[in-house]
């Protein structure tokens, strides 16, 4: 769930995605050997005495319950970023690379709420997803998409847009503007951006382009074939989102790629 080292940005109005892969173990932290280098600060939001994980992100160091951040009670977070052995004590704590202090926030703000209402717009909700992804947490992409699905879209590039639903399978029509603005823009898809949307929505842009489907386009639905039928047949494909890939540059960090012997194009 989705590395070159690079200064990460939150998401505001565009995300650039890129095709190169890394491996898990660039997102947590260093050898056993090494300490957090550098000063570190303790956050003034979510640094809990009773806290059970120290979290080094940036120069910010984090205590809070590893239960919340933890997919299972036999899959912890510890062994699922880190190696096991580290986020016990503030002199080791796990140390999170390619990963924003105020990405890292906004997946605890998830947890911490105190208004237990967890309002935020839509581009919050579009980082929280990305991030959760990257740490693998599963249950906070699960409900980050149910959000955006009954929102107005995020305002970022139509390309992400049209990445996020396909990947996530959410309903088309949440994305029907961005998949328009890039039919009808002029400059052919690249490579990369055909991998990121995938294979569905760049053949159906494709078609779109030609004179048949332009004429479609004027007497119905911008959709070539009902979207229906093959969304879910997309779906029934898929892995499950444990297993998903992020491109490098979604939501402004890079990401990384995961450790099965077998990769698979999720878009």
């Excluded at 050898?31 to 000063?39: F, H, T, V, W, Y």
């Excluded at 986020?87 to 947890?111: A, C, R």
Aim: glycine share 4%; with cysteine.
């Amino acid at each position: 769930m989705s590395k070159a080292p690079f200064e990460a940005e939150s998401l505001n109005t565009e995300s650039n995605l890129d095709l190169d892969y890394e491996t898990d173990s660039d997102i947590a932290s260093p050898g056993a050997d090494e300490g957090p280098q550098g000063s570190m600060v303790t956050s003034e939001e979510y640094y809990f005495e009773d806290g059970d994980l120290f979290i080094l992100v940036d120069d910010a160091l984090f205590r809070v319950h590893e239960h919340f951040l933890s997919s299972s009670a036999s899959h912890s977070f510890r062994t699922t970023v880190g190696n096991g052995n580290e986020g016990w004590n503030e002199s080791k704590p796990i140390i999170l690379h390619n990963i924003s202090k105020q990405d890292f926030q906004d997946v605890l703000w998830v947890f911490y709420d105190e208004t237990l209402r967890r309002k935020a717009p839509a581009e919050k909700w579009l980082g929280i997803l990305l991030t959760a992804e990257k740490l693998m947490i599963q249950r906070i992409q699960t409900l980050a998409i149910g959000k955006l699905a009954k929102m107005e879209p995020p305002n970022v590039d139509p390309i992400t847009r049209n990445a996020v639903q396909q990947r996530y399978n959410i309903d088309m029509a949440w994305a029907k503007d961005a998949f328009m603005d890039v039919v009808q823009r002029t400059e052919p898809l690249t490579e990369e951006e055909a991998i990121d949307i995938g294979t569905f929505a760049t053949v159906t842009i494709a078609y779109l382009r030609t004179p048949h489907g332009k004429q479609m386009k004027k007497r119905r639905s911008p959709w070539p074939w009902s979207p229906e039928p093959l969304a879910m047949v997309r779906k029934e494909q898929e892995p499950e989102p444990a297993f998903y890939i992020l491109p490098r540059n979604l939501h402004g960090c890079s990401v990384t790629q995961g450790t099965h012997s077998a990769f698979t194009r999720t878009f």
